[in-house]
């Protein structure tokens, strides 16, 4: 089991920055990988980012150079900066993490609400 506790949204302006974060209830060495997923009404949820466990990353194109995601093992926390925001990166933020043993189990947060002002 994994318990994960997001924090870190908020209300920004067009062209801010917030970085969200995910606090694991275990040592994140022992998750596959975990990601940020977002939700914005109406739409389905998306993947934003995601990083393994041997820190290999990868982002939805319309964050690209935009988001960073990383990790502190010693926190069992990974973060999610977000800069140049827009107006269509309002959303529902989940934190999710994929732990592989005999199946693959999928954990996640509660979400973190983000809303960007033009």
């Known amino acids: 089991q994994v318990q994960l506790v997001e924090s870190g949204g908020g209300l920004v302006q067009a062209g801010g920055s917030l970085r969200l974060s995910c606090a694991a209830s275990?040592?994140?060495?022992?998750?596959?990988?975990m990601g940020w997923y977002r939700q914005a009404p109406g739409k389905q949820r998306e993947l934003v980012a995601r990083?393994?466990?041997?820190?290999?990353?990868n982002y939805a194109d319309s964050v690209k150079g935009r988001f960073t995601i990383s990790r502190d093992n010693a926190k069992n926390t990974v973060y999610l900066q977000m800069n140049s925001l827009k107006p269509e990166d309002t959303a529902v933020y989940y934190c999710?993490?994929?732990?592989?043993?005999?199946?693959?189990?999928?954990?996640w947060g509660q979400g973190t609400q983000v809303t960007v002002s033009s």
């Open positions: 990083i393994t466990s041997g820190g290999s990353t």
């Open positions: 999710n993490a994929v732990v592989v043993s005999l199946y693959e189990y999928d954990y």
């Open positions: 275990r040592s994140i060495f022992s998750i596959n990988a």
